[in-house]
T-cell receptor, first 112, second 113 residues
Framework: GQQLNQSPQSMFIQEGEDVSMNCTSS?????WLWYKQDPGEGPVLLIA?????ELTSNGRLTAQFGITRKDSFLNISASIPSDVGIYFC????????????FGQGTILTVHP | NAGVTQTPKFQVLKTGQSMTLQCAQD?????MSWYRQDPGMGLRLIHY???????DQGEVPNGYNVSRSTTEDFPLRLLSAAPSQTSVYFC????????????FGNGTRLTVT
């Protein structure tokens, strides 16, 4: 099946710092999604990207759909303690949910 | 509005036992799916359904059965539990074609001894 490599696996940062994480794929994707998971809960969608080169923001979060369609990036600016959690990228090569592939996740810890 | 409801929240099984993980959504979503989450491996798709009466296999379907008799419910059955099925299971639903947001339940933590 399709493989997604997400990095870094974990990050320990100070409050106020900016954060960057990325996902790369061995295959071309038509859609990239970024989710956040809080402890004990299911993932929640942060940003959806539908077009190569697209740059989309959601508050302090910005994500980009790579031009090659094989990668995506998520940046968090001015981190705060509630940013703590696991961030997942997900990609789909088709036009339906059935082929959605998730990355391994980035565990983010923010020290006050 | 409850969204996606999963039961039970926790379950311990012995090897060989069977059980059903329940998932219900009240958003009239056509698409429903089951994922398992294991450390360092992200979420892997087990089975999914694009509507009542229609199911299909995902990435890791072996050892699991599903059915979709109604739009609201999408139960996941383990016929003979194995320790390799120890995991956290998430049910998710979505509105249909395209990528309107997937709504996840809060998960079922299953341990097989």
């Amino acid at each position: 099946g399709q493989q997604l490599n997400q990095s870094p696996q974990s990050m320990f940062i100070q409050e106020g710092e900016d954060v960057s994480m990325n996902c790369t794929s061995s295959s071309i994707f038509n859609t990239w999604l970024w989710y956040k998971q809080d402890p004990g809960e299911g993932p929640v969608l942060l940003i959806a990207l539908y077009k190569a080169g697209e740059l989309t923001s959601n508050g302090r979060l910005t994500a980009q759909f790579g031009i090659t369609r094989k990668d995506s990036f998520l940046n968090i600016s001015a981190s705060i303690p509630s940013d703590v959690g696991i961030y997942f990228c997900a990609g789909a090569g088709g036009t339906s949910y059935g082929k959605l592939t998730f990355g391994q996740g980035t565990i983010l810890t923010v020290h006050p | 509005n409850a969204g996606v409801t999963q039961t039970p929240k926790f379950q311990v099984l012995k090897t060989g036992q069977s059980m059903t993980l329940q998932c219900a959504q009240d958003m009239n979503h056509e698409y429903m799916s089951w994922y398992r989450q294991d450390p360092g491996m992200g979420l892997r798709l087990i089975h999914y359904s694009v509507g009542a009466g229609i199911t299909d296999q995902g990435e890791v379907p072996n050892g699991y059965n599903v059915s979709r008799s109604t739009t609201e419910d999408f139960p996941l059955r383990l016929l003979s539990a194995a320790p390799s099925q120890t995991s956290v299971y998430f049910c998710a639903s979505g509105a249909g074609q395209g990528f309107s947001p997937l709504h996840f339940g809060n998960g079922t933590r299953l341990t097989v001894t």
